[in-house]
């Protein structure tokens, strides 16, 4: 079964600095994979997927950009943080055909002061 | 645009009893359907998924309903249990593309011993 780690659990980064989050998947080869965002109160914001080395997709215009460097992992960056990047970000991934259910990593908490 | 939807942001049921949370989407091409539960600071763990080519799936006390003329789905639990209060968001993908899922904005349930 797939596992997905993410790190850090949490972190507390002052406004306009920069971000690193990363995401490895195990036990599963070439997935699609997915980072989301929720803010509080709100619902999952889907903000990049890819469906292999090097492909990223954005969903929506921000200050955030993705890379996957490599088959099984996926990095959410950002070069200036904004107090609205603030929320709990999580890592997905999707193996196999439309009708498979995405696993989820556990998350990361990222507060922007 | 909001494509999927879950009008309620909260629900609360008596331990025993039935829990019924709703979901609506509007793209005509989403083809599958997932219900995902999730606690705080974790990531959403799969519940119950319902294919487009039937209206019913039942797992142990979980139920989706799938009326696609009314673009609308349902979960049932039943009986409720205390374990079962969390945040349940519904999702739903189409089997063509980059099989993306469209997130609902979650109904927190909260079962009431």
């Known amino acids: ?113 | 645009d909001q494509q999927v939807k879950q009008n309620s942001p909260s629900l609360s049921v008596q331990e025993g009893r039935i829990s019924i949370l709703n979901c609506d989407y509007t793209n005509s091409m989403f083809d599958y359907f997932l219900w995902y539960k999730k606690y705080p600071a974790e990531g959403p763990t799969f519940l119950i998924s319902i294919s487009s080519i039937k209206d019913k799936n039942e797992d142990g006390r979980f139920t989706v309903f799938l009326n696609k003329s009314a673009k609308h789905l349902s979960l049932h639990i039943v009986p409720s249990q205390p374990g079962d209060s969390a945040v349940y968001f519904c999702a739903a993908s189409s089997s063509g593309g980059y099989q993306k899922v469209t997130f609902g904005t979650g109904t927190k349930l909260q079962v009431i011993p």
């Open chain 1, 1 to 113: 079964s797939q596992t997905i780690h993410q790190w850090p659990a949490t972190l507390v980064q002052p406004v306009g600095s920069p971000l690193s989050l990363e995401c490895t998947v195990e036990g599963t080869s070439n997935p699609n994979l997915y980072w989301y965002r929720q803010a509080a109160g709100r619902g999952l914001q889907l903000l990049f997927y890819s469906v292999g080395i090097g492909q990223i997709s954005s969903e929506v215009p921000q200050n955030l950009s993705a890379s996957r460097p490599q088959d099984r992992q996926f990095i959410l960056s950002s070069k200036k943080l904004l107090l609205s990047d603030s929320g709990f970000y999580l890592c997905a991934s999707l193996q196999g055909g439309a009708y498979n259910e995405q696993f989820f990593g556990p998350g990361t908490r990222l507060t922007v002061l």
